[in-house]
Each structure stands twice: as structure tokens, then as C-alpha cells.
């Protein structure tokens, strides 16, 4: 079975502008959640999505913003993008709706500049 | 207060040895824990989860929970080379929203 795939996997943008990142679950996993990995602040939660519907979220700012597909597939939107937002942003899946076992993605490495 | 605490590290444990690596957290409400290994330049794989107070096991891992002491730990025994990883610690609190918090990490190095 396919694991967590997310794309791209490496993205330089400059600051103000915006980014749509994309991550595919292992099939028949109905959870998605997103996380930011930086240094100092380690693995941050986003939001959880499940069935398309946000069910969960993180104290990020609403320049974060996510959807989840039909398919279970998810996006994760940011807007006016900040030096700060450099990071890796890593999705994981689980099977069951909440956040309990999870799989993790490659991760996208997001550089703004 | 960190809601979840680990000893950054490093740790260093001789190969074959027993690897301990501990967490605290500070949320009662957090009822299911987990363990994640991360190699550098690699995403998060978790090698355990934990839900009731007691110990877990899994191969040469073991997982201890005690709830009273808010204390998570992960052992691992005959510790191998390829174990060279930092270990994350995950606590879930399913009270409203939920919310699956990491710690840091703790970077555990095993010598050959």
C-alpha cells in the first residue's frame, strides 16, 4: 500500500506571496492532518480535516487555511507568506476519524525569501 | 511549562545496551500517547502508541505510562546502530479539540 505522498516536495517563495501545498492519505485513510517542523518550535499541529470538514485546529493564524477532497485528499493554503513560515510542513493520515495513529508524509521544505 | 517535555539530549548508549527515553507532559486531559522516531532529513514514523497506564511492548520497544505521574517513557533494548534517531513524544488531549501536541525530541545516539 502507497504511503503519504505529498507534493512538491521543495518550494522557494518570496515573502507576500502565497502557497498551496498538497498531500495525498494512504488509501482509505479519511484523516489528514497538517504540521509545521522548524527548529526552535519543533512539530507544530495545523488543523485535522476529516469527511471535508475541519474537525480540529491549532493556534496558527488564519493565513493558514486547509480543504479536504472527496477523495480524502488535502490542501494546505498560505497566504502573505513570512519569513517565519519557512519550514517543513508534513502531513500525516490515520485511518479513523480523530488524531490517533498517524502516518507521516515526506514533508514539503517551504523557503521564503 | 512545556505541555510536552522531553531531554533534548543527546543520548548516548552503547550498542546492545538498554535505551531509555522519557517525557513528561502537563495536560491531564491527554489520554493517548505516542512515540515517533525521526532520522534526520526524514519524516516522523511512529514506532509505538499507548493508551492505558502500564507498559507496552513491541519487539525491543517498550512503552510505560503512568498517568498519576503524567510520565510517558520508551525503552529500547539491545539498542543497534540503525536506532541513531531523535524520539519524539506525542500526547493527545481528546477534550473539545483535539489536540495532538509534540515535544522536541530527544536525539539518542547508540555507539558502536
Keep these: ?113 | 511549562q512545556k505541555e510536552v517535555e522531553q531531554n533534548s539530549g543527546p543520548l548516548s548508549v552503547p550498542e546492545g545496551a538498554i535505551a531509555s527515553l522519557n517525557c513528561t507532559y502537563s495536560d491531564r486531559g491527554s489520554q493517548s500517547f505516542f512515540w515517533y522516531r525521526q532520522y534526520s532529513g526524514k519524516s516522523p514514523e511512529l514506532i509505538m502508541s499507548i493508551y492505558s497506564n502500564g507498559d507496552k511492548e513491541d519487539g525491543r520497544f517498550t512503552a510505560q505510562l503512568n498517568k498519576a505521574s503524567q510520565y510517558v517513557s520508551l525503552l529500547i533494548r539491545d539498542s543497534q546502530p540503525s536506532d541513531s534517531a531523535t524520539y519524539l513524544c506525542a500526547a493527545l488531549s481528546n477534550f473539545g479539540n483535539e489536540k495532538l501536541t509534540f515535544g522536541t525530541g530527544t536525539r539518542l545516539t547508540i555507539i558502536p
Design chain 1, 1 to 113: 500500500k502507497a504511503g503519504v505522498t505529498q507534493t512538491p516536495r521543495y518550494l522557494i517563495k518570496t515573502r507576500g506571496q502565497q502557497v498551496t501545498l498538497s498531500c495525498s492519505p494512504i488509501s482509505g485513510h479519511r484523516s489528514v492532518s497538517w504540521y509545521q517542523q522548524t527548529p526552535g518550535q519543533g512539530l507544530q499541529f495545523l488543523f485535522e480535516y476529516f469527511s471535508e470538514t475541519q474537525r480540529n485546529k491549532g493556534n496558527f493564524p488564519g493565513r493558514f487555511s486547509g480543504r479536504q477532497f472527496s477523495n480524502s485528499r488535502s490542501e494546505m493554503n498560505v497566504s502573505t507568506l513570512e519569513l517565519g513560515d519557512s519550514a517543513l510542513y508534513l502531513c500525516a493520515s490515520s485511518l479513523q476519524g480523530g488524531i490517533y495513529e498517524q502516518y507521516f508524509g515526506p514533508g514539503t521544505r517551504l523557503t521564503v525569501t
